[in-house]
């Protein structure tokens, strides 16, 4: 239950974020915007790490696969991409769309057992779930 719980509130603070990321960068511009957001996260961690427990650092430097360690770069395409998308089709649109994308991703990168990921096998009702959320788009994007 904490699980769903927690994921619940992480697609919330996505969405929020989305739209006070959009809002900023018509006020600033795409890489402010996004330069701002990955700063702000940052100082965050630090003063998190420091009142929490101070890990090794140090500890990035032995990690197995270093492909691992492009998450943060991911994450500012992924600030741009929201907030572009977010900006020409809306957030409710634009939330979808990053939604089924992440489950179809997430799917596939199980499905194949991708970066060292646990392999499952292929299900037709996961399949039929996927064609439904999309279906789900259709309908919310259909206008009369």
């Known amino acids: 239950m904490w699980g769903i719980l927690i994921a619940l509130l992480s697609g919330a603070l ?10 900023l960068t018509k006020q600033t511009s795409l890489w402010v915007s996004t330069g701002w957001v990955q700063i702000s996260a940052f100082l965050v961690c630090v003063a998190a790490w420091l009142f929490t427990g101070r890990e090794s650092v140090g500890a990035l430097m032995k990690v197995e696969n270093k492909y691992i360690l492009l998450g ?25 769309l990053i939604v089924i994308a992440q489950l179809a991703v997430a799917y596939l990168i199980e499905l194949f057992g991708m970066f060292g990921v646990e392999k499952v096998d292929f299900q037709w009702r996961k399949l039929l779930g996927m064609a439904i959320a999309i279906a789900g788009i259709v309908i919310f994007k259909w206008e009369k």
């Open 14 to 23: 996505m969405s929020v974020q989305g739209v006070f990321n959009t809002e």
């Open 72 to 96: 943060g770069v991911i994450g500012a395409f992924i600030t741009v991409t929201v907030i572009q998308s977010m900006s020409s089709l809306g957030p409710a649109k634009a939330a979808m």
